[in-house]
């Protein structure tokens, strides 16, 4: 598939970012002398997030995924519990990513089911990759008053293989805010998150469940992305109905 690349990709005036993560504690953002923006990072701790919709569109039709994210920033790892319509079905999902480890697991708690899977570890859509550049900001509303507007950064870059993204994140406390992707494989995908909560009520969500524990790791060609990951068990259940 040919490599798509709209023009505002191609601005070689774009800073890049040189460092990366997310972080709940108290953030700084400042602007060096390169005019590169850089989040201070003073701590790094797990998010909660109350809601997450993944639209996403492939050669095989539209996946809508509405549901429920945990992301714990210093240990890299995501839990993802949400609800897909894929076609005419609908499904419950859930994923544990470890993305430090390299493997993610795919369960079905209705039949206490585990597959563990490679997984690939070179983007993670809760935090900025160190290699982005740095497209803008902008506010979301105003700033003629006080609590009207929200200041946002836009990052892009690149997705192995042909594949791009651009992300937005809050200025403040670099919360993300969108994500809209493109890979051949996977085709558009659109993330929107909200409603972040600090902290995690349940460390012990970032661990596998019980009956993961036999699980072998499946010997594939190439591992999956967190796009695919989300995709593939969607793709295995409408193919068996």
């Known amino acids: 598939m040919r490599h798509f690349e709209p023009d505002f990709f191609n601005s070689s005036n774009t800073p890049a970012r040189s460092s ?3 972080s ?4 700084l953002c400042v602007i060096d002398s390169l005019l590169s923006l850089h989040c201070l990072l003073s701590l790094s701790l797990s998010l909660s997030l109350l809601s997450l919709s993944l639209p996403q569109v492939g050669a095989d039709g539209a996946i809508m995924s509405t549901g429920r994210i945990k992301y714990d920033a210093f240990g890299q790892r995501v839990l993802v519990r949400n609800l897909v319509t894929a076609g005419n079905h609908t499904f419950s999902v859930e994923h544990l990513m470890l993305f430090k480890q390299n493997v993610y697991y795919e369960m079905d708690w209705s039949r206490f089911s585990c597959q563990k899977k490679k997984l ?5 859509p809760m935090q900025v990759p160190a290699d982005a550049n740095h497209m803008g900001q902008v506010v979301i509303g105003s700033l003629s ?5 929200v200041t946002v950064n836009t990052w892009y870059g690149a997705l192995p ?14 919360f993300p805010a969108t994500l809209l992707a493109f890979t051949p494989e996977s085709g558009w995908t659109a993330v929107s998150t909200y409603n972040w909560v600090l902290g995690t009520t349940d460390p012990m969500d970032f661990l596998p469940p019980f009956f993961c524990g036999k699980s072998q790791l499946e010997e594939t060609e190439k591992a999956d992305t967190f796009f695919t990951a989300l995709e593939s068990l969607a793709k295995q259940s409408t193919s068996k109905q």
């Open 161 to 174: 293989p042909n594949g791009m993204y651009m992300h937005v994140f809050t200025d403040a406390g670099c």
């Open 24 to 27: 709940v504690a108290p953030t």
């Open 20 to 22: 990366s993560s997310i």
């Open 120 to 124: 690939d570890p070179s983007f993670i």
């Open 145 to 149: 008053s006080w609590g009207m507007g």
